[in-house]
């Protein structure tokens, strides 16, 4: 990057939050990515305000610089590496919370992860009822920009249904608010649809592309003090997908619901359940890992005797083992997710949801794309929201043998064509997606369209947005 440009910048944030030395790049050119080549960028700036935001990306438009927000650096689809002779802005030092307690919200700067704002908010008896496995590396500011999908989402959705408003940097450095914040006169957060189209919902799962997010409001709930856990075993997938269903319609209060088929569910307890203390049972076929909470105790006991008659309505069986839901909801899932890292295994992931009533045609194609490509990999996922079901299959890989990457990066590419023929969908549209989706012209061509209109220069992420 040319020195008058570096100089530039450094007059809006200090020389000591802008770097373009080798070894503080290389911090920058990763993520928890397992699969995506690191790219170095030129410089990194780490702006303490949203107006130092602005004027760096003022500078960055000017001169035509592709930008990488950058957050905590969790990100797993490769979709925070940076590009080459780029510019990462990273926004850990946006540090600010304010609580909004009678509006039932909070905003927080765009550096606050998700386990600094849970620890701040259980001294007042709140949380956010979502919770990735990321949480104390992730900030909400990334996971609105991934749309992500967490703990808790069972009863309220991916982050996107929580979200009440949004402080952002556009590409040309203007800064917008959205939702009822809009209104400089607003007590504060506590209405997202507010002055016409939903504005919020344009950056929600954006990647980074459209402008930087610099504060998220969102909704905080009592605390739910109360919660139980209990496992459901089926031995046909028809029966445990319906019973998925029934405890959404029944309006059962499960923050966290996971299906397991029991050949999946075995691979990774062998791993890692001594350690979590799940004791060893001999699995059904299908397995569902379920936590209920509730504020009150009186509903949670009357959730949990619901959920158990159901299943047996359906010709299924409560297991009983509570250690397994007990550990994924204590421990947020880390110790399965980690399966892979423990093992120092490689893996390509592919993010998407279905409908749970069609839980098995995920479980379908990735059997086959392993099956057909000769690949090791696992799948897990979990209930997120009103009717549908996250996924997230991972195809592993030996970092040192080049040729079996090259298979699992052709099985990923094959498995996203799969999914899409299944009706499955991607809460961010990663960039490999392009070549999955077809029959969708239109709205291809309206993302554009948006991207050329907010950042005619092309500057912020480009191509990551489903090679946009
Ligand atoms: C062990 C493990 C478990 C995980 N579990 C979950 C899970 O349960 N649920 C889940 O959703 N994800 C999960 N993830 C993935 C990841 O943690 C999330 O996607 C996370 O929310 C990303 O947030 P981040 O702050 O790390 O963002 P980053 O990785 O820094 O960025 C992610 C994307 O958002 C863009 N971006 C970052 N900050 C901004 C900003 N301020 N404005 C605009 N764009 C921005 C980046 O350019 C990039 O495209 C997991 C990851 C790991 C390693």
């Not at 602005?54 to 957050?71: D, F, G, Q």
């Not at 059962?252 to 075995?266: D, K, Q």
């Not at 099985?411 to 077809?438: C, N, Q, S």
Request: with cysteine.
């Amino acid at each position: 990057m040319d020195k008058k440009i570096v100089t530039e910048l450094s007059k809006v944030v200090g020389k000591e939050y802008i770097s373009t030395k080798k070894d503080v790049l290389i911090a920058y050119s990763t993520s928890a990515s397992m699969s995506y080549e690191n790219v170095i960028p030129d410089a990194v700036v780490r702006p303490g305000t949203t107006e130092e935001v602005s004027r760096v990306l003022k500078i960055a438009n000017k001169y035509k610089i592709p930008v990488t927000p950058r957050c905590g650096g969790s990100s797993l689809q490769g979709e925070v590496i940076p590009h080459s002779n780029s510019l990462v802005i990273e926004l850990m030092r946006l540090e600010d919370i304010v609580l909004y307690k009678d509006l039932r919200s909070v905003t927080v700067g765009a550096g606050v992860t998700f386990g600094k704002l849970d620890k701040y908010l259980n001294k007042h008896d709140l949380w956010i009822p979502f919770y990735p496995g990321s949480a104390l590396a992730a900030t909400l500011a990334g996971n609105v920009a991934v749309n992500g999908a967490g703990f808790g989402s069972g009863v309220y959705g991916c982050i996107a249904e929580l979200v009440m408003g949004l402080e952002v940097v556009l590409p040309d450095g203007t800064i917008i608010q959205t939702g009822s914040e809009a209104n400089p006169n607003s007590p504060g957060p506590f209405l997202r649809y507010a002055f016409g189209p939903d504005l919020t919902g344009l950056f929600i799962g954006s990647l980074g592309s459209f402008g930087i997010i610099t504060k998220v409001s969102i909704k905080t709930h009592k605390r739910m003090r109360h919660i139980d856990y209990n496992t459901y075993g089926f031995n046909e997938v028809e029966k445990a997908e319906r019973f998925l269903l029934k405890l959404k319609e029944n309006d059962i209060n499960a923050v966290w619901v996971a299906l397991y088929e029991g050949r999946v569910l075995e691979f990774f307890l062998e791993m890692v359940g001594e350690e979590y203390g799940v004791p060893q049972h001999d699995w059904p076929t299908f397995t569902v890992s379920v936590a209920i909470g509730h504020v009150r105790k009186d509903q949670l006991q009357s959730d949990m005797k619901m959920a158990g008659s159901i299943c047996e309505q359906l010709g299924g069986y409560v297991i009983g083992v509570k250690e397994l839901p007990k550990a994924e909801w204590e421990d947020r899932m880390r110790e399965l997710a980690r399966s892979s890292y423990v093992h120092g295994w490689h893996w390509r992931i592919l993010y998407h949801h279905q409908p749970p009533i069609s839980w098995h045609k995920s479980m379908d194609a990735i059997w086959s794309v392993m099956d057909e490509y000769g690949v090791l990999g696992h799948t897990a996922g979990f209930l997120s929201g009103h009717g549908s079901y996250n996924w997230y299959p991972q195809i592993y890989f030996d970092p040192q043998d080049k040729n079996e990457e090259e298979r699992v990066k052709e099985a990923h590419r094959e498995l996203a064509r799969r999914l899409f023929k299944t009706g499955a969908v991607p809460f961010k549209l990663a960039e490999y997606w392009k070549d999955a989706i077809e029959g969708m012209d239109d709205y291809m061509a309206f993302l554009k369209l948006i991207k050329k209109t907010i950042d005619p220069n092309n500057i912020m992420n480009p191509g990551v947005l489903g090679g946009i």
